[in-house]
Nanobody
Framework: EVQLVESGGGLVQAGGSLRLSCAAS????????IGWFRQAPGKEREGVSC???????????YYADSVKGRFTISSDNAKNTVYLQMNSLKPEDTAVYYC????????????????????WGQGTQVTVSS
C-alpha cells in the first residue's frame, strides 16, 4: 500500500521560508511523479510543482508560474522523500499543501491536474502572515 506523509508546514512571516517533506512508502516503481498541490479556503486545489523520475534519475521538474523562482522541488531517493523548499513566502501562499504520486507511464502528462494522481497525503498547513 502506498502511503504519503507530508510534514514541515507551519506559520511563517512574509518573506520567510519553509521546507515541506513528502515521505513515500510502498511505492515500488522507479518511474514515478510526485506533485505538490495546495488548496486555500474557498479555492480549488491547484498544482504547485512536480518532479518526475525515470529509473531513479530526475526526468522533469515543473513549477506553477506563481511559485517559479521562489519554490524548489527536489528528491532524495535514499530516503524516499520529496522536498518543496519554499522561499520568499507571500500571504497568498497560505494553504493546505498536499503531495500526490503516480506511476510515470509517459514522459509528459498534465501534472497540474489532480485527477492524474493515484495517491495522496493528508496535507500540511502553511500559513504566511503579512
Amino acid at each position: 500500500e502506498v502511503q504519503l506523509v507530508e510534514s514541515g508546514g507551519g506559520l511563517v512571516q512574509a518573506g520567510g521560508s519553509l521546507r515541506l517533506s513528502c515521505a513515500a512508502s510502498g511505492f515500488t516503481s522507479n518511474n514515478y511523479a510526485i506533485g505538490w498541490f495546495r488548496q486555500a479556503p474557498g479555492k480549488e486545489r491547484e498544482g504547485v510543482s512536480c518532479i518526475s523520475s525515470n529509473d531513479g534519475r530526475i526526468y522533469y521538474k515543473y513549477y506553477a508560474d506563481s511559485v517559479k523562482g521562489r519554490f524548489t522541488i527536489s528528491s532524495d531517493n535514499a530516503k524516499n522523500t520529496v522536498y518543496l523548499q519554499m522561499n520568499s513566502l507571500k500571504p497568498e501562499d497560505t494553504a493546505v499543501y498536499y503531495c500526490a504520486a503516480r506511476t510515470l507511464t509517459s514522459a509528459i502528462f498534465p501534472w497540474r491536474l489532480d485527477q492524474h494522481y493515484d495517491y495522496w497525503g493528508q496535507g500540511t498547513q502553511v500559513t504566511v502572515s503579512s
